[in-house]
T-cell receptor
Framework: DTAVSQTPKYLVTQMGNDKSIKCEQN?????MYWYKQDSKKFLKIMFS???????INETVPNRFSPKSPDKAHLNLHINSLELGDSAVYFC??????????FGPGTRLTVL | RKEVEQDPGPFNVPEGATVAFNCTYS??????FFWYRQDCRKEPKLLMS???SGNEDGRFTAQLNRASQYISLLIRDSKLSDSATYLC??????????FGAGTRLTVKP
């Protein structure tokens, strides 16, 4: 009964490729997020969506395009991958002002 | 000034010690506050919410000082299993959660 799931768990790819990461939550939450955790372990917000509507876009390069087909899903597509995109990407969901739940993370390595 | 600031540590303490972490935030309009725990190569998990009146959960006590814009976490009688990174999380607006850089704790036998 996974609350927030992400696929794939690991992603290894070459520079210049395009890849997608999927996220689904079964908690009925209205808000979903993407976070990036780099090698220094700092968790930085990238996007948040509320009921499929983009709320926060935190100065992320436009190579990153989130898509929310419904409020239970928030996918992340990345074009023209660069070395600096290597990180762990976490999806999360929350409701109103309550504590968010995180997915297990997707470890992206760009070679 | 960073939105959420934490001492990154590391804190290395013996079993049974009491250890305290502090976190400051810059946005006075922040409404919700949490402490999360993150183990190596895992996702962050909620440890406890932080309420204005202070709250306790077993060996863990969280405090919020709105006037000074800081929150704290106290761990009593540290266990080996408490070794992890502790993340301060501030909800600066609905749908907008900001994290501190995390404080690394190692509890040694």
């Amino acid at each position: 009964d996974t609350a927030v799931s992400q696929t794939p768990k690991y992603l290894v790819t070459q520079m210049g490729n395009d890849k997608s990461i999927k996220c689904e939550q079964n908690l009925g939450h209205d808000t979903m997020y993407w976070y990036k955790q780099d090698s220094k372990k700092f968790l930085k917000i990238m996007f948040s969506y509320n009921n499929k509507e983009l709320i926060i876009n935190e100065t992320v390069p436009n190579r990153f395009s989130p898509k929310s087909p419904d409020k239970a899903h928030l996918n992340l597509h990345i074009n023209s991958l660069e070395l600096g995109d290597s990180a762990v990407y976490f999806c999360a969901s929350s409701q109103d002002w309550e504590a968010p739940f995180f997915g297990p993370g997707t470890r992206l390595t760009v070679l | 000034r960073k939105e959420v600031e934490q001492d990154p540590g590391p804190f290395n303490v013996p079993e049974g010690a009491t250890v305290a972490f502090n976190c400051t935030y810059s946005n006075s309009a922040s409404q919700s506050f949490f402490w999360y725990r993150q183990d190596c190569r895992k996702e962050p998990k909620l440890l406890m919410s932080v309420y204005s009146s202070g709250n306790e959960d077993g060996r863990f006590t969280a405090q919020l000082n709105r006037a000074s814009q800081y929150i704290s976490l106290l761990i009593r009688d540290s266990k080996l299993s408490d070794s992890a990174t502790y993340l301060c999380v501030v909800m600066v607006g609905n749908n907008d959660m900001r994290f501190g850089a995390g404080t690394r704790l190692t509890v040694k036998p």
